[in-house]
């Protein structure tokens, strides 16, 4: 099982931009898969950004062209980039390794 800790949640204003972190207990290079999720109140988890071992990512048509997901191997941690934000971006966003690690989550509010 592996521990998740995020990390660069805060308060934005909409335009602005944040980079959250995810910090792995264990070598993410020995991970196939790790995802970025968020949920806002009363909404569903819905994922955000995908990172293969492969080196290859995918994100969310809702984030397309704002988000980039990535790793620094070295460190361990798993990271997205949030630019151009927007309100509906705000929800707590969460570091998954499926099947069933899960953070604690990150809060990000995005102010209009």
């Known amino acids: 099982q592996v521990q998740l800790v995020e990390s660069g949640g805060g308060l934005v204003q909409a335009g602005g931009s944040l980079r959250l972190s995810c910090a792995a207990s264990?070598?993410?290079?020995?991970?196939?898969?790790m995802a970025w999720y968020r949920q806002a109140p009363g909404n569903q988890r819905e994922w955000v950004a995908f990172?293969?071992?492969?080196?290859?990512?995918t994100v969310s048509t809702a984030v397309q062209g704002r988000a980039t997901i990535s790793r620094d191997n070295a460190k361990n941690t798993l990271f997205l980039q949030l630019n151009r934000l927007k309100p509906e971006d705000t929800a707590t966003y969460y570091c998954?390794?499926?099947?069933?690690?899960w953070g604690q989550g990150t809060q990000v509010t995005v102010s209009s």
């Open positions: 264990t070598s993410i290079a020995d991970i196939n898969v």
């Open positions: 990172s293969y071992r492969s080196g290859a990512t």
């Open positions: 998954y390794v499926p099947p069933t690690d």
